[in-house]
């Protein structure tokens, strides 16, 4: 360091007349400056991350479509298996989507999973026998304002409303209602908000259209209900809930009434109304079929739903071992 400080001397007694030459010393102080404060600080932080093969979680949460599911809307052989290989050996397991707990059910019964559940992205969280822990949602007379803005001013979207039991849907024969109803491999029922108690909360509105007509009907929704927490979770489906509902917020919740740190945790994720909880955990994960927008702003990114991406993602993090 006092040779340093000589050479500074040095510079600025012989050069400072001379402009290029005090350019150059400004230059040579930045540098030394970089050298002394920068990269000791790196290297700091290097020398202590752990590799990612220590990585031992307490909890796993993980999307459903586009993730825990391949195209075919199965859970492959192989990620079945490490996740029960994980809750055997004390891991929480939490599947964590915009589904309903009707649409999540048939998943967890077909693969015997023991596990937590979040539905509605966050509206509604149960435990492993699906007892309610928690429910925030959106009043019928709220609901009702925001169906009528839809109806008036997306004339392209068709609106679905969820309970914590029903879903509920204008018009049967829509081809949007059609296609969901197969996916999630629930019926939906035919009525309107009229017909529902108002006791009831609303967790979900579900927004339908082609995807040309996403962005404009999710920019003016966000003008008209800034309040609430509103995510897109593909390019053709828009999840409207109560404020402050996110998927974040519920491993936030479930960790910590399990007493679970955050930092021990890991999440899969394939859309945007995952970027919270991916963000939220220790560790978080995104499919290698998420969009290429949000694959820019992620380290980890791990294979495809097709191709295993759980699995390979459980391998390269050494959990399995």
């Given amino acids: 360091m006092l040779q340093k400080r000589h050479l500074l001397h040095w510079l600025q007694k012989k050069l400072c007349h001379n402009e290029i030459w005090i350019y150059f010393y400004f230059v040579i102080y930045v540098l030394f400056y970089i050298q002394k404060h920068l990269y000791s600080s790196f290297t700091e932080r290097i020398s202590n991350m752990k590799p990612l093969s220590s990585f031992k979680p307490q909890a796993v949460f993980s999307d459903i479509d586009g993730t825990l599911l391949t195209s075919e809307h199965v859970v492959s052989p192989l990620t079945s298996s490490a996740i029960h290989t994980l809750t055997d050996?004390?891991?929480?397991?939490?599947?964590?989507?915009?589904?309903?707990?009707?649409?999540?059910?048939?998943?967890?019964?077909?693969?015997?999973?023991?596990?937590?559940?979040?539905?509605?992205?966050?509206?509604?969280?149960l435990d492993e026998d699906q007892n309610i822990l928690y429910e925030k949602g959106i009043s019928i007379s709220d609901a009702s304002k925001i169906i009528d803005v839809i109806e008036k001013k997306c004339p392209h979207v068709t609106w679905n409303v969820f309970t914590s039991e029903d879903w509920i849907v204008k018009d049967r024969t829509?081809?949007?209602?059609?296609?969901?109803?197969?996916?999630?491999?629930?019926?939906?029922?035919?009525?309107?908000?009229?017909?529902?108690?108002?006791?009831?909360?609303?967790?979900?509105?579900?927004?339908?259209?082609?995807?040309?007509?996403?962005?404009?009907?999710?920019?003016?929704?966000?003008?008209?209900?800034?309040?609430?927490?509103?995510?897109?979770?593909?390019d053709s489906l828009l999840e409207i809930?109560?404020?402050?509902?996110?998927?974040?917020?519920?491993?936030?919740?479930?960790?910590?009434?399990r007493k679970i740190p955050l930092t021990s945790t890991i999440a899969f994720g394939d859309n945007y109304n995952d970027l919270e909880m991916l963000e939220a955990v220790g560790c978080g994960v995104l499919?290698?079929?998420?969009?290429?927008?949000?694959?820019?702003?992620?380290?980890?990114?791990?294979?495809?739903?097709?191709?295993d991406g759980i699995f390979q993602a459980f391998k390269e993090l050494g959990v399995l071992n």
Avoid: W
């Fill in 287 to 307: 499919m290698g079929n998420a969009p290429s927008e949000l694959q820019k702003h992620f380290s980890f990114v791990t294979k495809s739903n097709d191709q």
């Fill in 174 to 234: 829509d081809p949007h209602v059609i296609h969901e109803e197969t996916v999630v491999e629930t019926t939906s029922i035919e009525g309107s908000l009229q017909s529902l108690s108002d006791t009831l909360m609303v967790d979900k509105i579900l927004c339908m259209c082609d995807s040309e007509y996403m962005s404009p009907s999710e920019t003016l929704l966000r003008k008209y209900f800034p309040e609430l927490s509103i995510a897109r979770s593909s």
């Fill in 241 to 257: 809930m109560a404020g402050g509902i996110n998927k974040a917020e519920a491993v936030k919740y479930l960790c910590d009434l």
């Fill in 89 to 125: 050996q004390g891991v929480l397991f939490t599947i964590s989507s915009a589904r309903s707990p009707s649409g999540i059910r048939p998943i967890i019964k077909k693969n015997d999973f023991h596990c937590c559940t979040i539905a509605f992205s966050g509206a509604l969280i």
